[in-house]
């Protein structure tokens, strides 16, 4: 079966335990308005690859991932979620630990399937109310909500990553408020509260569309600190 990927990165440390191979999946439904990586939201603009082909090219960085392992980003990796079960399926056959790093704004009998084969979700809750998630991402927070019960269900294994906005999301509410939507979820292992970063001015620049946060400012690492006490 084939896929389309944006990149590969081949040792990534911040997407999951351990070093990482992280595989950038083309194509996302969602329209963050603080997206770093917009040049992934158009599925056919990425490179079709088969998956043997990736699973070799994965294999290739075995030795160094051997703790860590692979983590499906993007883009939404599960939109190409039936791609994605086989490839995750041969890593699995090598020993290689498999993370999916999901807005949970896809369903389908294929994610469920998915979701069985990974280790570990990495879920991005990126507002905490309907009426933000809808505004800054145009996408459902109850619909990654719903995404968060099948994970439950399952006892899958999961990440929560919350990225903090200036002047959008950056106050202790916020953070309460999330921490209470996560009450009842005994699957979260971890909740990441991740600094906004205007790394990605340049490829909005490239790709010749406006990036609405250009002037606003990149979030204090000490202010995410004194955030972590709420959640
Ligand atoms: S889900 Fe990820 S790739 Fe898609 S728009 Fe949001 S931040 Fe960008």
Redesign the pocket.
């Known amino acids: 079966m084939k896929g389309y990927i944006h990149s590969i990165q081949s040792m990534g440390t911040v997407d999951g335990p351990g070093v990482r191979t992280v595989v950038f999946m083309s194509g996302?439904p969602?329209?963050?308005i603080?997206?770093?990586?917009?040049d992934?939201?158009q599925i056919d603009d990425g490179q079709i690859i088969s998956s043997e082909d990736l699973v070799n090219k994965i294999l290739r960085f075995k030795p160094y991932i051997k703790n860590g392992g692979v983590t499906f980003s993007?883009?939404?990796p599960c939109l190409q979620a039936e791609f994605l079960c086989e490839v995750s399926s041969l890593l699995k056959k090598e020993g290689i630990h498999v993370a999916l790093d999901t807005?949970g704004?896809v369903s389908g009998r294929d994610v469920d399937r998915l979701i069985n084969i990974t280790d570990l979700v990495l879920l991005?809750i990126?507002m905490t109310t309907e009426a933000d998630y809808i505004k800054y991402?145009g996408g459902s927070l109850y619909k990654t909500l719903e995404f968060l019960r099948k994970l439950e269900a399952v006892g899958k294994d999961t990440w929560i990553r919350h990225v903090v906005v200036t002047g959008i999301n950056d106050n202790k509410e916020d953070v309460k408020r999330l921490s209470r939507l996560l009450k009842e979820f005994s699957c979260v292992r971890k909740i990441e509260l991740l600094p906004f970063k205007k790394l990605c001015v340049e490829k909005y620049m490239q790709i010749g569309i406006p990036f609405l946060l250009e002037d606003t400012a990149e979030t204090d690492e000490n202010l995410i600190l004194e955030l972590y006490k709420y959640c």
């Not at 603080?34 to 917009?38: D, E, L, R, W």
């Open positions: 996302c969602l329209r963050c603080y997206c770093h990586n917009p992934t939201w993007g883009g939404e807005s704004c991005d990126k991402t």
